[in-house]
Structure formats: structure tokens, C-alpha cells
T-cell receptor, first 118, second 110 residues
Framework: GAGVSQSPSNKVTEKGKDVELRCDPI?????LYWYRQRLGQGLEFLIY????????KSGLPSDRFSAERTGESVSTLTIQRTQQEDSAVYLC????????????????FGPGTRLTVL | KNQVEQSPQSLIILEGKNCTLQ??????????LRWYKQDTGRGPVSLTI?????NTKSNGRYTATLDADTKQSSLHITASQLSDSASYIC?????????FGAGTRLTVKP
């Protein structure tokens, strides 16, 4: 079956503009994660959705960042008033993890969206 | 201080040689440890996952070890191939969160 998909694959925007990134998780996966990866650096957790529970937003770096997910389907990550330091690859991952269970299921990552803020 | 430390930061080896990547962690309580491979421009792909009771796990030419007492893991790559060139990320979970290492960048040269 299809894996996690993300769009667009590349996005170039001007400083101050808003951008919206999309993630389509694997069908049936209840948990969805967004990560940021700056050039040459490790993965940075942003936000975690679990079913219909309130999302864990503890990784969002500022109030310019927000994300939504409708049920157990598509998620969008929105960055308002983009800054040059927002330039990074934004990765989405999904897993079958059930609420309250530890991280035993493997996360399946999408190919990422490369965001460049000029 | 990061709870997951990987070494070396980068490594260059010749095709056909073996190598070992290290991961030390302080995450507690420990739930499981994963190694991911991330090709340039791609999302990470899981190689192995180990829980507390497992001390070794293999996936083809990749063998991961875990010493839960010393909180160390290693990823050994045997008979390296050019396609092994990638970043290798160690991820350690407690019961609630995942902690990512910064990764080791491996380059395999012909």
C-alpha cells in the first residue's frame, strides 16, 4: 500500500509569507507526528496527534507554527510570517500507536517538504 | 544536554569495509531503541528496534546491539556498500516520548 506522502516536495517562499504543508499518513495509522530537520542537524519534534485526543504541541517553536488534523487523516502544518530560520525539511511520520501505549510501533516517515525562506 | 548522543558525527570508509556507529543515552525509563537510516533528501527508514530484554538484532548487513545497563547501543555495518552512504539516527523512547540523536553521517567511497 501507499506510504506517507507529503506535499509540496519543495517550497520556496519570501520572508513574511505564510506557508501550508500537507501530510497524508498511512491509512489506519492513528498517530501522526511532525518534525523539523535543519541542514546537517537531527530531527526536532514539533507536534504529535493521537486519534481525537488533544495534540501534543510541546515542540512547536513559536506561535507562528500551528497544525491541524481532521480525525485520523490528513494533517496540515502552517507557518505564518515565515522567517529565514524556518528554512528546513519538514518531515511527517505516522504509526499505528494506540493512546496510552508506549512507542513500540515503527514510525513511517514521508519524504519531507524542503522549505526555503528567502 | 541531549539525552541521546551519537558518535562519530561523520565517518568515511571504503566500500567493502565494516564500521560501527555508537549511541549513548540517558533516557529513563527506557522503553525501546531504534536505529533509522536516512538517505539524503529522504525520510528516515527504520532498520531495527530493540526493547529492554533484547541485546542484539540483525537486519541483513546491519546488526544493532544494546547494553541497557551501560545505556549504550551500537550499529554495525558489515561489508559496506555505496548505498549505505546515509545518516544513521538513534532514537530512544521512554513510555511517552521519543528522543532523537543528531545522527552519524556515513560516506562509503569506492
Amino acid at each position: 500500500g501507499a506510504g506517507v506522502s507529503q506535499s509540496p516536495s519543495n517550497k520556496v517562499t519570501e520572508k513574511g509569507k505564510d506557508v501550508e504543508l500537507r501530510c497524508d499518513p498511512i491509512s489506519g495509522h492513528t498517530a501522526l507526528y511532525w518534525y523539523r530537520q535543519r541542514l546537517g542537524q537531527g530531527l526536532e519534534f514539533l507536534i504529535y496527534f493521537q486519534g481525537n485526543s488533544a495534540p501534543d504541541k510541546s515542540g512547536l517553536p513559536s506561535d507562528r507554527f500551528s497544525a491541524e488534523r481532521t480525525g485520523e487523516s490528513v494533517s496540515t502544518l502552517t507557518i505564518q510570517r515565515t522567517q529565514q530560520e524556518d528554512s528546513a525539511v519538514y518531515l511527517c511520520a505516522s504509526t499505528r500507536r494506540l493512546a496510552g501505549e508506549p512507542y513500540t510501533d515503527t514510525q513511517y516517515f514521508g519524504p519531507g517538504t524542503r522549505l526555503t525562506v528567502l | 544536554k541531549n539525552q541521546v548522543e551519537q558518535s562519530p558525527q561523520s565517518l568515511i570508509i571504503l566500500e567493502g569495509k565494516n564500521c560501527t556507529l555508537q549511541c549513548n543515552y540517558t533516557v529513563s525509563p527506557f522503553s525501546n531503541l531504534r536505529w533509522y537510516k536516512q538517505d539524503t533528501g529522504r525520510g528516515p527508514v527504520s532498520l531495527t528496534i530493540m526493547t529492554f530484554s533484547e541485546n542484539t538484532k540483525s537486519n541483513g548487513r546491519y546488526t544493532a546491539t544494546l547494553d541497557a545497563d551501560t545505556k549504550q547501543s551500537s550499529l554495525h555495518i558489515t561489508a559496506s556498500q555505496l548505498s549505505d552512504s546515509a545518516s544513521y539516527i538513534c532514537v530512544v523512547s521512554d513510555n511517552n516520548d521519543m528522543r532523537f540523536g543528531a545522527g552519524t553521517r556515513l560516506t562509503v567511497k569506492p
